[in-house]
């Protein structure tokens, strides 16, 4: 059965390309649009979507208290959230993901994305715009000076496309950067999550981090 969406954001020309996106992933449909944060609440307690995307700043209600108000602690029949913002501050992050939002994308990060996200909050996982994982798993999450004997093993391209990843490079930075197409990237990922166990590419962006792959530990060594 197809997912059911609604999006939340105050700019018809934003709701109209989230709408041209994921009515042409063939497990989407988007059932409803809201220009405003009430409307939002109102129409996805109304018609129990199966993923809201609701932009941060809205008027009426802002986006992190629609979360609040459909996905929060005290919601008894919660529902998945997806915030997408352009807004890139910490603030924001650490707010949706307390409010229990199931996702926090930059709206630069484009249509696969975006289309990963709502697959990734229907599975029960959670994704981050890789620049913001990226930059919280540095603050957070220094990188040790080698990595652990048990790594998992990667072919020195796989590897090198998992560091890209961990700078928060899209799939198109990734092939250019290596003169490669788009979907020989997508198959190097492919491969890489099943070798990592990663469930995404934030996955891949965790892991590079915690073992000392990212670009961070390769300028130490």
Same mark, same amino acid.
Do not use: W
């Given at each position: 059965?197809?997912?059911?969406? !609604? ?11 989230? &709408?041209?996106?994921? *009515? ?11 220009? *405003? ?9 109304? !018609?129990?979507?199966?993923?809201? !995307? ?11 208290? $629609? ?11 919660? !529902? ?9 501050? *910490? ?6 993901? &307390? ?5 926090? =994308?930059? %709206? &630069?990060?484009?249509?696969?994305? =975006? ?5 990734? #909050?229907?599975? /029960? ?19 040790? #000076?080698? #990595?652990?004997?048990?790594?998992? &093993? ?10 890209? $990843?961990?700078? /928060? ?16 990237? %997508?198959?190097?990922?492919a491969a890489i999550q099943r070798r990592l166990g990663a469930r995404n590419r934030v996955g891949i962006a965790a892991w590079a981090w915690s073992t000392g792959q990212s670009p961070a530990a390769q300028r130490q060594d």
């Open positions: 059965m197809s997912t059911r969406i !609604l999006i939340a954001d105050d700019q018809a020309g934003i709701r109209s390309a989230f &709408r041209i996106i994921l *009515d042409a992933q063939p497990d989407m449909t988007v059932v409803a649009e809201a220009a *405003d944060g009430l409307s939002a609440i109102e129409q996805a307690r109304l !018609l129990r979507p199966d993923v809201v !995307l609701a932009d941060i700043r809205m008027p009426r209600c802002d986006g992190l208290e $629609v979360t609040r108000a459909l996905a929060g602690p005290e919601v008894a029949d919660p !529902l998945r959230v997806i915030v997408v913002t352009t807004f890139d501050l *910490d603030e924001y992050v650490h707010t949706a993901l &307390r409010n229990g939002a199931c996702g926090f =994308l930059l %709206k &630069r990060s484009g249509p696969a994305l =975006l289309a990963e996200a709502v697959r990734s #909050a229907m599975s /029960g996982d959670t994704l981050i715009s890789p620049q913001i994982t990226v930059r919280l798993l540095r603050e957070l999450n220094p990188p040790p #000076a080698a #990595a652990p004997a048990d790594t998992p &093993r990667l072919t020195p391209r796989e590897a090198e496309i998992a560091r890209l $990843v961990a700078r /928060g490079d899209t799939n198109a930075e990734i092939a250019e950067a290596l003169l490669i197409s788009p979907g020989t990237v %997508k198959n190097h990922l």
